[in-house]
Every structure is written in C-alpha cells, then in structure tokens.
C-alpha cells in the first residue's frame, strides 16, 4: 500500500522557518518524483514545487510567486522528501500535503499526483 | 499561468442522479486536465487523468471527457459517497495548476 506520512507542521511565527518532512511507504521512492501541495481555504489547492528523482536529474521546480522561499529536497536513504520554508508569513498558513507525481510513459506533459499524504498543517500567526 | 474555471461551483442533486461537472481553461491543455475528488478532512483522491483515463480502483459511474480548453466529469447514479468537492488541474505548463472546485451535494 502506498503511504505518504508528513511530520513537521505546527504554530510558527512570521519571519520565522519550518521544515516539513514526508516519508513515503509501499513504491520504490528512488525513481519516483514528488511534489507539495498546500491548500488554504482563502486560496483552494496551490501546486508548491517539484523534485525529479535523482536517477532523472534530481532537478526542482516551484512555483514563481513563492519568492524563492521554498526549497524541496530528498533523501533516498531515508524514503523521505523535505520541504524548507523560510520568512513564513500569515499568508503560507495552510495544509501542506506530499504528493508522488506521475506523468505517463515518455513524461509528455508535466504531472499528476496520485498519491496524497494526510497533510501537515502549517499556521502562521503572532 | 494558466487559470481553470470549474462550475457550477455548487451543484445540488439526489443520490441516483446524474452529476456533469464542468472545467474551462484560460488556454489549451490538450488532453492534460486531471480531476480529483476531496472529502471534509481528507485529502484529494486522484479519479481521472489526461481528461478520460480513469485512475486504478475508481468506479465507472465516473467518466471524464474534453480536450482543449473544455471538459467535463460525469457522474452516473451518484452513491452516497460521491458527494464531495471535485477539483481539476492542468498539467500542460508551469505552474501546475487547480481549478476552484464544484461542490456536490445532497439535495
């Protein structure tokens, strides 16, 4: 069964940083790509950013309006993919969920995510 | 970016109805338009990617169909559990994006 367990969340302070950390179960996490997800109910579902597995490069991708606040990483050893966020704000208060992403055989387009964790819930406030 | 629409944003029905559920995007994403469906509390479930292919252990009831920038889930003889939020999202440029959601509920 695959399963996507987050861990981290919590009541942080504006300006302050967070780490989320998701540890994957049940697929061979080596190959596979993972994303965040977060969902606010001012904002609905926002797609976060994106890690390619290491055997394809490793390489990430966020979202533009993130300021360069986010940075996604992965240890293979651990079957686990980290999400740094820095200089939180009210606005980034929301569920953050790990996702594994597909794209099909060949990779036309970009992803899908059909695998979602329970979330971790990030709150924001002084 | 690309922004999708989905409407109605509510739609009201009884369980055996029919729900059709619309998503418009603000530019072509071909066939690369996926739908998921979230109960309170829960996270999204994926149902449908590449706007017809139904995810593995996803009931029949629902179908998916459009290319370009229009497209629809369909569901037949809505089940007590259908009833829930169903969002789309594009795959075809970054950023990765979701539409607003359609509420179904029970009438």
């Known amino acids: 069964e695959v399963q996507l367990v987050e861990s981290g969340g919590g009541l942080v302070k504006p300006g302050e940083s967070l780490t989320l950390s998701c540890t994957a179960s049940?697929?061979?996490?080596?190959?596979?790509?993972m994303s965040w997800v977060r969902q606010s109910p001012g904002k609905g579902l926002e797609w976060v950013g994106r890690i390619k597995s290491n055997y394809d490069g490793g390489t990430t991708h966020y979202a533009v309006p993130l300021d360069g606040r986010f940075t996604i990483s992965r240890d293979d050893s651990k079957n686990t993919v980290y999400l740094d966020i820095n200089r939180l704000t009210t606005e980034d208060t929301a569920m953050y969920y790990c996702t594994r992403s597909q794209c099909g055989p060949g990779c036309p387009g970009l992803n899908w995510f059909d695998a979602w964790g329970q979330g971790a819930q990030v709150t924001v406030s002084s | 970016e690309i922004v999708l629409t989905q409407s109605p944003a509510t739609l009201s029905l009884s369980p055996g109805e029919r729900a059709t559920l619309s998503c418009r995007a603000s530019q072509s994403v071909s066939k690369y338009l996926t739908w998921y469906q979230q109960h309170p509390g829960q996270p999204p479930r994926l149902l449908i990617y590449d706007a017809s292919t139904r995810a593995t252990g996803i009931s029949a009831r629902f179908s998916g169909s459009g290319s370009g920038t229009d497209f629809t889930l369909t569901i037949n003889s809505l089940e007590p559990e259908d009833f829930a939020v169903y969002y789309c999202?594009?795959?075809?440029?970054?950023?990765?994006?979701f539409g607003g959601g359609t509420k179904v509920e029970i009438k």
């Open positions: 999202q594009q795959r075809v440029d970054w950023p990765l994006s």
């Open positions: 049940g697929f061979t996490f080596n190959i596979a790509w």
